[in-house]
């Protein structure tokens, strides 16, 4: 079986590239078959060792975040390459995807609740996309919500309870519902 990238070594380079900041794209979109198939994107398609990698860094990653305690979480996302700033706190049962840490910036005074949803990487029908996801300053993440890869939630922003965000939360405003709908900030 074949994916539907034409050439996906230099899809690999683009994709590297993309990790690394060299680009100034926020989202990297790559045609690919079903996902049910080898699309090339997927970590499990990689070596043994690499699978291990990966799988013992989302183990951790999950570990720490499910803990009350916040330092060793945001020691550990730092580790992984994210970028957070000061004040930012990570509640109990939060997700972060552990394939492209290295996408996240959360800045200072931020607040993420109770088994929210961050995600840098998705596979579509059709498609494989990764993500920047950026929480500006004094950004309130409510508890069980997903925020989609790609999204920037703006300064003093509020994502509501349960809400799914799959476009940019402007500043001021608040994401309520799913799909999300943007409300100002009363």
Request: a positive charge; aromatic letters at 10%.
């Amino acid at each position: 079986m074949t994916t539907q990238t034409a050439n996906p070594a230099s899809a690999h380079q683009r994709l590297a590239a993309f990790l690394t900041g060299k680009t100034p794209e926020r989202v990297f979109v790559e045609p690919t078959c079903h996902p049910a198939l080898p699309t090339g994107f997927c970590f499990c398609e990689q070596s043994p060792l690499a699978v291990f990698r990966l799988a013992w860094r989302g183990f951790w990653l999950e570990t720490l975040l499910r803990l009350p305690w916040n330092g060793p979480k945001l020691w550990y996302l730092r580790r992984l390459g994210a970028k957070i700033g000061n004040n930012v706190y990570i509640s109990a049962s939060a997700w972060i995807d552990p394939l492209f840490p290295q996408l996240l910036t959360i800045e200072d005074q931020v607040f993420i609740g109770m088994g929210a949803r961050i995600l840098t990487h998705e596979f579509r029908v059709d498609q494989f996309r990764a993500g920047k996801v950026v929480l500006r300053s004094g950004a309130f993440i409510g508890a069980f919500s997903v925020i989609g890869s790609g999204i920037e939630v703006g300064n003093n922003a509020t994502v509501a309870a349960c809400a799914v965000v799959g476009r940019d939360v402007p500043a001021q405003a608040t994401a309520i519902g799913n799909p999300a709908t943007m409300v100002p900030r009363m």
